[in-house]
């Protein structure tokens, strides 16, 4: 359907065949366009978008240091109420409200079914949203492998609750999950931007005894004591390798997360931990990343490194949401601010800057 | 060994060398008696008893239904502080204060080695005190392998934080961690004695999302809610495997948690669980146990049953303390009531009866 | 449906649009009819089946054991060419030899996004074939959630060669995976029928040192040498859980596999294994099943109890072929029969019967 | 400690009280010495050595990269019979010939306590032969924590099929047991020298479908075979990288394992990954370690990479014995040079230049 097809529509129709989105044009340069409303396909859906955010990726693809393809409409975190179903899809009806996570994996390929949901169809192939295809940061959104993706939102839950589960959620908790945190383990996380919160709050939820944060942002800091905390150091002020050595009596942590992406937090997160530990790295890295030796113990310290990209499917969604709809996590003090749609470009500008104390941006269409 | 045998000891000698202890005669047959302070061996160390607690085992063992042989202290659940201190055990002083688990692995077995440290030297090993050996409900405790088995008691640390980790937090915890509960996690646990008490607790802070328990005693509902459960059933006015299939949505909990040890709740455990989903059982069973076939769904519904016998070992007590010391776990509210070692008879009475509310008695030497 | 029903058909009509396939109309009524070739609708597949094989289970169908709705087609082992692709498939082409697992999972719903591919949907819910919908003993087969459930066959391996893999070697092999055994494990596997000799089978692939089989028919006992038992015992003859102890010095296995779901293989699989060890059921139970406490430690000798349901999915066929393409598995010795599918009854009679020692029959239409 | 210091013994004391063993003066600097055989104090026990052999580590100690103390007695894979046992052994007696793990944990540390055997007491803690007490190049040697130390050897094996038990197969066959390598995994390892060649045959064991070895050497490419390789690729002569990507079929391996310790190969181990994939490090690394970000999918590609220090203890001596008991393991093929200990020297060398197809030397007291 080409976009000429629509030339003879009346403005009433049009109003309903087509949608305001952001489209990244090129390092630099954004812009919100009026595009069709997309249609679905077999196993596909289309949401109208309630409720979206902006992501630190965003920013990334935003400066050019992520390549996606100009004209893509990007953002990835998306909360809505379906508007049309494609064929074969059940259990769902339009109107149902639904959360989907910023991965969707299809279930069907190779990888998914060997448990790999975030790698479906190869490396990083779980990321489609404003990466491989149109994304969230729009009025409407295509779903693909529908069936798989639209987790329902329970009645009791607002949006606010839930926006943040579909990537920032998913992705700080999965740090201690795929570090196999045990109950009693001592944990330090360096970074407490969106996705280093979450992994504090993962931490706690998944029973650490001492939770160790490093920041320096004030407002941030606070936001790390009220996501689980037991203390956090301010890296510009403090050795923050000693101060962990010394807060954990010269043991070192049991599991060190990595939630930046940089060779300084990566290397300290290394030489924090106990032999035998695990450092869970969160970071996208860019450039040489450098393992240094000492705090390796060349090789011989019965060290693990994980990485996790962001879970998702609709099974993840519905697990996170229970934890939210029994009081075991509330992110609604990281929405710091809210703009229409219409004013993204602001909300942008806010979040890149991290001015006025932003943690996150609700987008609402 | 009598009451009189030391008869003619000087006062003296007696306050130096002798000490009040908990003796178990045979079937229904317990008392005080006054025995020779113990002297430690290579590898050991004596303890003096500062407070101790007792179990529902011993109630089995009082009752016959556990046999351990006439003559035997029992009591498996100490602090202390150290008295004695046999040859080769370093790293400790006489006057530390500290910890030690009901179970007591020698660490240098096969099955220590292998990781089944409960299991010490062959089925049960682990457990020794108030078993196989004498136990903590005296003035003095032998230690046995005292290197693996004495932990230090941080200084913010009471002994009231701390007596009920030795066994039933140590066991109740366990639950969650054999199931491999994962974060966001349904948990149902059958019964809220003592151990179920610390399995709610436990399945709190592994990160389950709803915790539903059983119980129909109003003090340990009570306690319930405060140990973490979301919902208590009460199983003399309900169906509660109907009410927990409801509060799953049809879908049954993720990990079922049987802490009495009965067939009834095994089998509503069993019953409850969702295919694939994991039966942690922490109860001790007699007689016949049977597996209903169709919630087993014949074998064929991916279902795990896993046991586990209280994990020991000071690595484990140190753990469990960091937790406490970190404000993660406060089972001091457990402790109802208190008594001291010349009032053991009646703190049995009193446990034994349920009367007063008691969940767990602290018993000072 | 009976079988005049297409007797109005033309013979050409009849040539590209029936087939004939093995009906169930109800407990010991089997019968071969011409059904019309089954049409996919989107996300299905039609393939022409080359080979198949009956399994246990079907007997239990045929005797009314296992319930099924008369007119069903049985049968639940194919393998074969794509003859059609429904709507959305994509990678694969008509002509394309594949295999299919006895189990179909969707890849899409809760369950399969949370992992247990087996209970897709539902309790037992991956079974389809021959269960809820039409199976592979037939010319033609619809396969559900096709594009997660053709497996490709790699040129250089035969049908007879794949078509074990697709239920009794992915259930055999996975009681030593669920069981998590370890390389130089001892295991004991009870019963050497099909199932049985696979899981065999994958205690010798998955590392195990000692394997004690127990069986007491020749031909079993033979093959079960054959795939990787260091010894058989025949219980006719001796006292095997006796025997195991005394083979294992005592000490007493680390994992034991039940592959026949009776009580009394239960029983010995729970009185062979050591404390800590875990029982691998892949047996199907009738009945009551009865847990003895004394071997079971009254629950507190940190056993644990799996139950697999077989494995699914292409990924997990692919896999599996793998092993084959690689010499590390072969099944191709337990093809001891082979029947066209006109003389299917003739088939599930000598399979019923064990004559001839059979262990499995290929079926060829 | 001179050579003389002893020579004014006569022969009776000489004959009694002293014993020849390898020091290690300094970099370049080895010689066997006449020296005190040692004595053992509580939980201690002394092995007459009847067979042991050299490692690479130990060339690294001797070419002064790995540093100890100047008049350290060198070697750590121990076989021989008890000598003299110290107080508080039991089960043990004088003349039982017992093999004895290059790592010697304690069991009874936090560490041991926590299942971080090789990490007993601080980073590296369980390596102690020859490395921070006397090693076992000599014809007598202490042995730490004996209890947990020594493994008796079955009569029906020879210390020739045991001895690379203690340090090179432990280690080697780690590799796939740290990647938690599964049934039908495709696995690449990194360098086929004695312990690559042990992570070959632990990962044939483990049940990996293809194993693609990677060595240049002519002796060790036909060893490489022997012990489980489906393919050896010389990396002077094709690029590796892209040789295991296509035998992949562009999907790359399950499990890498680096066996050398250098840049390259742990870069390679990292580029042949899936994503999803472990890469399994058993190299020793010197100088700056750097993680190529693209195969590392900056950080995305759920990537883990585990590093293993040689498992030790007696239960695992046991595990790694029976595994040779039952045939399932013969690294006999790999002793390819025998010297008695007075001819160490030779053997050194022999060893150090890699000459005449040598792979590991067995060296006789």
Known sequence: MSQTSYALLTEQEETTSTMKALVFYG?????????????????EAVIRVTLT??????????????????????GHEPVGIIHELGEGITGYEVGDRVLVGAITPCGQCNSCLGGNWSQCGGPLGGWKFGNTING?????????????NLA?????????QVVLLGDIASTGISAAESADLEIGDTVAVFAQGPIGLCATAGAKLKGASLIIAVESDPVRTEMSKRMGADVVLDF???????????????RGVDVAIEALGTQATFENAL??????????SLGVYSGKLS????????????????????????????????LVRHGRLDLTPLLTHSFALDRINEAYQVFAERSNGVIKVAIRP
């Open 236 to 250: 510009t002020k403090e050795d923050v390798v000693e101060s962990i050595k010394h807060l954990t009596r010269g």
């Open 291 to 322: 393992v240094p030796v000492e705090p390796f113990a060349a090789g011989l310290g019965d060290h693990k490194i994980v990485t996790t990209l962001c879970p998702g499917g609709k099974e993840r969604m519905r697990r996170l949401m229970e």
């Open 152 to 160: 329902k939102i329970p009645d009791e839950l607002a949006d606010e």
């Open 53 to 74: 955010t902006i992501c630190g990726t965003d920013l990334h693809i935003l400066r050019g240091e992520y390549p996606v393809k100009p004209g893509l409409i990007i």
């Open 136 to 148: 969230a940061q729009a009025e409407y959104l295509l779903v693909p492998h529908a069936q798989a």
């Open 27 to 43: 390092p630099g340069q954004i812009g919100l366009e009026t595009v069709p409303i997309p249609r679905p396909r077999a196993g």
């Open 271 to 280: 030489s924090v931990l106990r032999p035998g530990g695990t450092l869970s």
